[in-house]
């Protein structure tokens, strides 16, 4: 917890960058790598850690992020490692299925693992094999989907690619589909992250709950709009609040047109540990957030409150993924 404020992460990745991990014959994979280990590079001034990233990460260097040494140190409660299935520029995508898994079994209580499949990747019918095998043994709680690709790119309201995958899913109790739009890592196109797709899935699949990762930066606008008008779309600030200690005005403005478009209730907080480092100078810094009196005047905003910021910083996870959160009440955030 910070303060009494109970901490659920939704978004850690245990990343594989190492050079055995990079995909031969790709394009540009040394490229697509070194951009990710910059944004890494340029994070380090903000929390200090010097974790070397060019590696496949351990569940114990991500247990020391995320919970300290010893467990219980730092402010994170429950983190959930999320497998990043990108295989255009790495052999066992970016962040692979068993890094993940392993670091759910290292912190039982504490961790959690959603997994991840790609129709794309080999065909519909391996994903849902690869599907069943993650629910059924390594006991994942969602699923997170990358549908832009360099040529295998796919829509998430896709009938015969997309659909069969979600009703695998809800077949097998996973109530909880996660998505990474906008944000891209390479040489992808933009335009194949755009949340559009979602509108229509979102209908098909109410009693779903779809998660849009990053805001689907650079489409804000669109996100927050396609947000506000389907009750079943939460919205994770992965990717985003990490830019709040040096880039905080967009960050007010962001958040004030989040609580007043879509509301705290389904905002969710997401650290991108590890490649962002050890997530406690962020929280501390969306914890010290306050929406400028300029910007509640000229645009309407409300006040974050901290009501607001336990719901976003643990509640609303909690609620989905049914953790118990020590001295909640039974109602609920």
Known sequence: MIGDVFVFDLVVHLHDMSEANLLDGAPWSRHV??????????????????????????????????????????????????VVPVFDWYDDWWAPVDLQAEFARAYPGRALFCGGVDPGFRG????????????????????KFYNGHVDRSWRCDDEKLAYPIYERARDLGIRVLQFHKGNPFGTENLEQLHPGDLQRAARDFPDLTFVIHHLAMPYFDECVNIAARFPNIHLALSATVNFMPVRPRLIQRQVGELLAAVGADRLLWGSEAALAGPPRPYLEAFMALEIPDDLREGYGYPQITLDDKRKILGLNAARLFGVEVPGASDEGP
């Open 124 to 143: 519909v019918d391996a994903a849902l094999e690869h599907l069943e095998w993650q629910v059924g043994e390594l006991d994942a709680v969602s699923l």
């Open 33 to 82: 790598r070194d951009m990710s280990l910059g944004l890494g590079e340029a994070l380090r001034p903000l929390h200090g850690d010097r974790e070397e990233f060019d590696r496949r990460l351990s569940a114990e260097t991500m247990g020391r992020m995320v919970f300290g040494d010893p467990p219980g140190t730092e402010p994170t409660d429950v983190a959930m490692a999320q």
